[in-house]
């Protein structure tokens, strides 16, 4: 044990590399990605740092390319995950009690190695089985993850100094536990960041996690794994099980050691999970925490005194990037009519210019949405938009999925501000526009706040300050991120938490001290330096 006070490295945001033509990274990806797509894997179940194979296997394909099979992977089941349970419990025997600078420098260990030698190998991986561009996996599997490790580690310290007052002949003070049990991480396809979040913030601070990974991304996954291993991360603090959400899901549900959740994804599955907890409450040892984040219908809302060309741009970046599979992604615009014609011949020039393709090929600006269900989800919108007399398509509008699952940017005009489109999230390359009368400016507000059950992100629009003190006043619960005059997207550690209220989540702000919080138990403790001796009080004495 070291006799002294340690205090961490002051973190950074991770810097984004541009991939330009000409830069050495950009020859070093497009070297890494021949060679990982020519090389087919088989992916583990990892169990205590052990490998375990079941047989059930499914095989995993590129979005942008059927036809191109990276690999394999092996699903676990209700065997595999009593398996994982025990081995994290063991675990968690050394690895709670592990001083909190030990653990601190794996994960400071980790964001420098996917900062140097392994930056090429996950976001290649990303590209591959997500089909994210260079620039978008970059901003997410690289400089994300970075950002979540260090600042996590700094948050963890900002946490532990926070300690009460002691008055004469006591000391006071606070210990930081992690959670009894273990946490179940749930994590998305979209964002290989919240991947290797989501197991690692309750690590960080001592807790272990059973991490299953989505079915479309554990590819990336895996390399995750692979990473935290060369970091020095002990066998049995994450155990890696993926497979299907019942077969996976259900037997940890059961277990009375459950001690929190950590979960992105649907709203509906969350909101199953959670009513699962609560059927199994008494059989729990603990009240498990329940932290999630479970999607959006993003807005941006115009005023009549806006910029007209900087907010084409954050529409079409916001709505458009990685095809739109974002929580935060731009879904649904409210424009007024005074603006509505200049701004959509400027807007639909621009996105007449998006090239869309193969991620290899650094010229396109979109590639596939990453699945077939995810493909026909997003598709059923854009036909019913085409059938219907109350919308119109001016961009986009076509699809095929001959080679891969290929989704134009499609923008829908609608006369109805209750249409479906601006309601449901779609999770797909789909803008919804209502062009609003600006007389009717109040009343399109109260629309953008209440058309939704999502809160996750919005944007408004204005270079009136009066307006946009209206629009922020009004839509104060309508996102638990919320932009000004820039698209709804790219949040970053440490800048902007994340995280949104309503049908949207917790908001419990991922990339913050708010979110570590959650995934610690505090005990408080109080010393008397002198007890007293009698037992008795002054005024109990005779007068």
């Not at 007024?336 to 807007?347: A, C, G, I, T, V």
């Amino acid at each position: 044990m070291s006799n002294a006070y340690f205090k961490l490295p002051e973190p950074y945001n991770e810097p984004v590399l541009s991939y330009a033509p000409g830069n050495p990274e950009r020859v070093e990806l497009k070297r890494k990605l021949t060679e990982m797509e020519s090389a087919e894997i088989e992916i583990p179940i990892i169990i205590g740092g052990k490998e375990v194979k079941t047989g059930k296997t499914v095989e995993i394909t590129e979005p942008h390319n059927h036809e191109i099979v990276l690999g394999l992977y092996h699903k676990a089941g209700e065997k595999e995950v009593n398996m994982a349970i025990e081995a994290a419990l063991e675990a968690r025997k050394t690895w709670a009690n592990m001083l909190w600078e030990q653990r601190a420098s794996i994960f400071l260990k980790m964001a420098d190695l996917l900062a140097g030698p392994w930056r090429a190998t996950l976001n290649a991986a990303t590209m591959l089985g997500q089909s994210k561009t260079a620039y978008q996996s970059e901003i997410d599997a690289v400089a994300e993850l970075c950002d979540f490790w260090r600042f996590n580690a700094y948050f963890m310290t900002q946490l532990m100094s926070d300690q009460p007052y002691s008055p004469k002949g006591m000391w006071n003070r606070l210990e930081y536990r992690p959670l009894e049990g273990f946490v179940f991480a749930v994590t998305p396809f979209n964002f290989t960041s919240i991947a290797g979040n989501l197991p690692t913030a309750p690590a960080i601070v001592g807790n272990v996690a059973l991490w299953k990974p989505a079915s479309s991304a554990v590819y990336s996954a895996y390399y995750l794994m692979k990473l935290f291993k060369e970091a020095g991360l002990p066998d049995g603090v994450i155990n890696f099980i993926p497979g299907s959400g019942a077969q996976v899901g259900n037997p940890v549900m059961a277990s009375p050691h459950l001690a929190g959740i950590h979960f992105t994804g649907s709203t509906a599955v969350f909101q199953d999970m959670w009513k699962t907890i609560g059927t199994n409450i008494s059989k729990m040892k603990y009240y498990p925490r329940i932290v999630g984040e479970t999607g959006g219908k993003d807005f941006i809302f115009v005023h009549k005194s806006a910029k007209v060309v900087p907010l084409v741009t954050a529409a079409i970046r916001g709505a458009f990037e990685y095809q739109g599979q974002k929580c935060s992604a731009a879904s649904r615009m409210y424009m007024p009519k005074s603006l509505w014609p200049e701004f959509k011949k400027l807007y639909t020039a621009e996105v007449a210019k998006i090239k869309m393709g193969d991620i290899k090929d650094f010229r396109n600006f979109m590639t596939a949405v990453i699945d077939k269900g995810a493909y026909e989800s997003i598709t059923a919108y854009i036909k019913e938009a085409q059938n219907s007399k109350e919308a119109e398509i001016i961009t986009g509008g076509k699809f095929t999925d001959a080679k891969g699952y290929f989704i134009q940017p499609t923008t829908i005009v609608t006369t109805n501000p209750k249409f479906k489109t601006m309601e449901e999230e779609i999770f797909g390359p789909v803008l919804t526009i209502y062009v609003y009368d600006d007389d009717k400016f109040d009343e399109a507000l109260e629309l953008c706040d209440t058309t939704s059950p999502y809160a996750l992100t919005g944007a408004i629009w204005a270079q009136d300050r009066y307006a946009l003190i209206k629009m922020s006043d009004k839509l104060r619960n309508a996102a638990g991120n919320f932009y000004i005059n820039d698209k709804p997207t790219a949040a970053v550690v440490g800048q902007q938490p994340f995280g949104g209220g309503r049908a949207s989540g917790t908001n419990d702000k991922a990339g913050s001290a708010m979110n570590l919080l959650r995934w610690m138990t505090v005990r408080t403790i109080k010393e008397t330096l002198v007890p007293p001796e009698k037992w008795t009080y002054p005024f109990m004495d005779t007068e």
